[in-house]
Structure formats: structure tokens, C-alpha cells
């Protein structure tokens, strides 16, 4: 059993960062060893008299330093690097850091926008209905905004099979939790969005990987997982897939809906960067073969403090989901979801939709030009490219050594289930970066140490 217990009292800001910090110091002091299983998170939690939501928080940056690495039903471990390679990580560096591992919106604000949907809420008549308890799946007008902005990707359902949720990871964990217990298994892609294994850990559900290729999910190893795990359900994002960007062309969703409608499980459908591609092929819910459940967030094309989202499901299935929210949340904020449905009903949201696909085509133009080796087989507009490594290079001592020089990426462990499934990858996200400017700076950057002899800057004093 690990002893592990950080010493977190005196350090400044948040908890989560503090948490991560003195992981990173007791591994450069030896005082933490490569391989060793860290706690658990509830326990963790409970032992620092913090909230298990932190703590998942802390891990989840640790694992986006390449501090750690965690596999669903086994644990978190402290990852196989020397501890010269650590120390070499997180040194204070000269300049500010320029963070490409988060996917935020690519055009920082629209604090107008915001100001005019406040100024207008303030003087509708009914704004202490906002106030009380409401429906758990949500206002009725709310929901019936939702089911409008979900039908622009080509699913067309009525608002009674919309549920109004707190953001896309409050909707994953609805979804997961209207579809499996404890103890049972979820199948997921191999490489696969960090916020499903952190949702999957809390609920105590497993998570087993399936193969993907460049058009996502594969079919047979899809049934194989199924025969294999008796999983519950299946989650994937078809389009703009986090971290590798591919885009699931129409005859692998028909495919995949026919595997998971062959051995009776739902597919949970995440479509939070569907917005970015207009003409992606329609979601597996709209083919109308496997029961599924579909996931879609205003935080990436609104702004990510909007948290609201909206999942869309089978009657019976979205009373579960109801359930969900209910045991989560109660519901999700009515004053947030006024501000979403105002949007979306005198086309700001649109608007909003059209800048920010305007500037991430521009940046990730820049990161293709600067790294042609980050362009997808398929030319979809992005927030984040997926870079495979040259030769010689591995993604931990690429990814330290970015952070000693100015710049964060994000590793393939924070994406793998298992450790065999991480490859020696990189995500580059575009929109952390505070304008055009900065990106160019931190591609240049990265440009240049990837230039470098693999191993070469391990050297440097």
C-alpha cells in the first residue's frame, strides 16, 4: 500500500496545482520512485480534507506534465522517467509560459456579447422564475433551444428528448452514469478524452480500449471488445476524435452502429467540436440503427465559463440521464441556460460559431505550415493537431523539455487506457494561446527542439 501523502499546506495557489507541484518536488528528490501506485483518489481526498473533484483535478495535471500515468482498474502510477529528466521539467523559466495543452475557444471573450445577454436578462419580467428549483432536464424553452442547436448537425429530435446539462464533462458524466454501474465496463477509443477516464474513475466504471485507425473506432475490434467485456455501451466522438483530430467518415458510423446494435449496447456520441465541421457526415444517433445517446457543449464555441450543454437521448434513456443530473447537480443552472438559448435564438451563437472557425483555420494553418507532419489525412478545421514524433524522440522527454524551454503540450498518457496504447505523440491545442503572436512564438519553439538530435537536450545544464 502506497504512503504517499503531499505536503500541500504551504504552498501557494490552487489546491489541485499545489497537489501536482509536490508530486513533481518528491519525485526530483527521490522521495517518490518510478513505478509506484499512487492513492486512490477518494482516499487522497479524504486523507488532505479536500474534494475528490481536486484531487481527480491534481491528477489529471500531473498526468498532462508526464508526472504520472493512470490506467483504468488498475490505478495511477508515477511514470518510468529518471528523476534528472523531472528536475529538468518544471524549472521557473525566463519567459511566460505559452500553454498549447488546453483546447479552449480560439478568440478569447466576447465580453460584449455577454454584457448586452446580461443587460437584457435583467429586464425580462420573469427573472425570479429563474431563481427556484427547475425541471431536471430543464426549462422547456431551454430544451427546446437545444434541440435546435443539436439538429445543425443533422440530428433532429423533438425537445422532450433533450436534457439541458452543466457543460459537456457534467453530460459524460450523466451519460455514463444512465448507462453502467460500478464495476461494470465501458468501451472507449484506445486514445481517448482525458475527462472520460476522470468521469469513469469517479463512477467506478472500467474503461477497455478499442483499436482506431485513421478513420476512428474500428469495426472488428469493436466486436471483438463487446464479446470479450459484456461492456454496456460504447463512447467515442466521431467528429474532430481528442486528441488525433480524424473525422469518422459515414460508412465507419453506419459500421460502428451496426456492431453496437448487433450486441445491444448504446453508443454515447460526444460532438463537442461538431460545430468546427460543417459538413461532417451525421451523427450515428441520426442513423437510427444502435440506441445512443448524444453529448454536445456550448463551452467550446460560447466560452468555456458558460457551462452548458445538452444531451439528447431515447425517452427512457433520458429519464436516467434526468436521474443523473438530479444525483449530480439537481440541474443545471437557469440563468446560464437563458444566456445559451438567447444566443442561439437571435443567431449570436451562430456568429460566434463562424468567428471562431475562422480563427482556428487560421491557427492551425500556422501549425501546419510550422509542423507539416501535424496535418490530418483529412483537412478539417480544428482546435488541436496530433503530432507524431520523429523518429528517436519519445513523448515524455519531448514534452518536459518544451515545458523547461516556455512551452506546454499535452502527452499521449493523458489520452491512453492502457500503457501500450500511448504512442510517442504530442496534442498541440491552439486556442490557449492569447493571440496569433504567441502561437507563432511557441511553434518556433517547438520547431526548433524537434530539429534537435533526440536525447541532445537532456545534456544541457
Known amino acids: 500500500m502506497t504512503i504517499w501523502l503531499p505536503h500541500v499546506a504551504d504552498r501557494p495557489g490552487p489546491r489541485y496545482r499545489a497537489i501536482a507541484d509536490a508530486l513533481a518536488e518528491d519525485i526530483r528528490l527521490g522521495r517518490v520512485q518510478p513505478g509506484m501506485r499512487l492513492p486512490t483518489h477518494r482516499d487522497l481526498a479524504w486523507k488532505l480534507g479536500l474534494t475528490v473533484g481536486t484531487v481527480t483535478r491534481a491528477y489529471a495535471e500531473a498526468e498532462r506534465r508526464g508526472l504520472i500515468?493512470?490506467?483504468?482498474?488498475?490505478?495511477?502510477?508515477?511514470?518510468?522517467?529518471?528523476?534528472?529528466?523531472?528536475?529538468?521539467?518544471?524549472?521557473?523559466?525566463?519567459?511566460?509560459?505559452?500553454?498549447?495543452?488546453?483546447?479552449?475557444?480560439?478568440?478569447?471573450?466576447?465580453?460584449?456579447?455577454?454584457?448586452?445577454a446580461l443587460h437584457r436578462l435583467a429586464q425580462r419580467n420573469d427573472l425570479g422564475?429563474?431563481?427556484?428549483?427547475?425541471?431536471?432536464?430543464?426549462?422547456?424553452?431551454?430544451?427546446?433551444?437545444?434541440?435546435?442547436?443539436?439538429?445543425?448537425?443533422?440530428?433532429?429530435?423533438?425537445?422532450?428528448?433533450?436534457?439541458?446539462?452543466?457543460?459537456?464533462?457534467?453530460?459524460?458524466?450523466?451519460?455514463?452514469?444512465?448507462?453502467a454501474a460500478s464495476g461494470d465496463t465501458v468501451l472507449v477509443e484506445n486514445l481517448t478524452y482525458p475527462g472520460v477516464k476522470a468521469a469513469a474513475a469517479l463512477l467506478g466504471i472500467r474503461l477497455a480500449g478499442v483499436a482506431i485507425d485513421a478513420d476512428g473506432l474500428v469495426p472488428a475490434a469493436l466486436a471483438a471488445a463487446c464479446r470479450a467485456t459484456g461492456a454496456k455501451a460504447v463512447y467515442c466522438m466521431p467528429t474532430l476524435h481528442n486528441p488525433t483530430a480524424a473525422v469518422m467518415p459515414a460508412e465507419r458510423r453506419r459500421a460502428i452502429a451496426e456492431v453496437a446494435a448487433g450486441h445491444g449496447i448504446p453508443v454515447i456520441e460526444d460532438d463537442c467540436y461538431g460545430f468546427l465541421v460543417p459538413d461532417a457526415p451525421p451523427p450515428i444517433m441520426a442513423l437510427g440503427i444502435a440506441e445512443g445517446l448524444f453529448i454536445t457543449t456550448m463551452s467550446k464555441c460560447m466560452a468555456a465559463g458558460q457551462r452548458i450543454g445538452y444531451v439528447a437521448a431515447t425517452p427512457a434513456r433520458l429519464e436516467r440521464v434526468s436521474q443523473a443530473i438530479r444525483a449530480v447537480s439537481w440541474m443545471a443552472s437557469p440563468l446560464a441556460a437563458a444566456i445559451a438559448t438567447g444566443w442561439i435564438l437571435d443567431g449570436t451563437a451562430e456568429r460566434m460559431v463562424a468567428e471562431r472557425r475562422a480563427?482556428?483555420?487560421?491557427?492551425?494553418?500556422?501549425?501546419?505550415?510550422?509542423?507539416?507532419?501535424?496535418?490530418?489525412?483529412?483537412?478539417?478545421?480544428?482546435?488541436?493537431?496530433?503530432?507524431?514524433?520523429?523518429?528517436?524522440?519519445?513523448?515524455?522527454?519531448?514534452?518536459?523539455?518544451?515545458?523547461?524551454?516556455?512551452?506546454?503540450?499535452t502527452p499521449p498518457s493523458a489520452f491512453a487506457v492502457t500503457r501500450q496504447a500511448a504512442p510517442d505523440a504530442i496534442r498541440i491545442c491552439y486556442g490557449a494561446a492569447a493571440d496569433r503572436g504567441e502561437l507563432a512564438k511557441g511553434l518556433a519553439i517547438l520547431t526548433a527542439l524537434l530539429a534537435e538530435r533526440p536525447g541532445s537536450a537532456g545534456s544541457v545544464v
Open 69 to 116: 500515468a493512470g490506467e483504468v482498474g488498475r490505478g495511477t502510477y508515477v511514470r518510468g522517467a529518471a528523476p534528472a529528466d523531472i528536475a529538468m521539467s518544471y524549472p521557473a523559466v525566463e519567459a511566460p509560459l505559452i500553454d498549447l495543452s488546453l483546447n479552449f475557444p480560439v478568440i478569447p471573450g466576447h465580453q460584449q456579447e455577454l454584457a448586452a
Open 129 to 179: 422564475e429563474l431563481l427556484p428549483y427547475q425541471p431536471l432536464a430543464g426549462r422547456p424553452g431551454d430544451r427546446a433551444a437545444g434541440a435546435r442547436w443539436i439538429a445543425r448537425s443533422g440530428l433532429d429530435l423533438p425537445p422532450g428528448q433533450v436534457a439541458v446539462t452543466a457543460g459537456g464533462q457534467h453530460g459524460i458524466l450523466v451519460c455514463l452514469a444512465a448507462v
Open 359 to 409: 480563427e482556428a483555420a487560421a491557427r492551425q494553418t500556422m501549425v501546419e505550415a510550422a509542423l507539416p507532419a501535424a496535418r490530418t489525412e483529412r483537412a478539417a478545421t480544428s482546435y488541436h493537431a496530433w503530432l507524431r514524433l520523429p523518429e528517436g524522440w519519445s513523448a515524455e522527454e519531448l514534452v518536459a523539455e518544451a515545458r523547461r524551454r516556455g512551452v506546454a503540450v
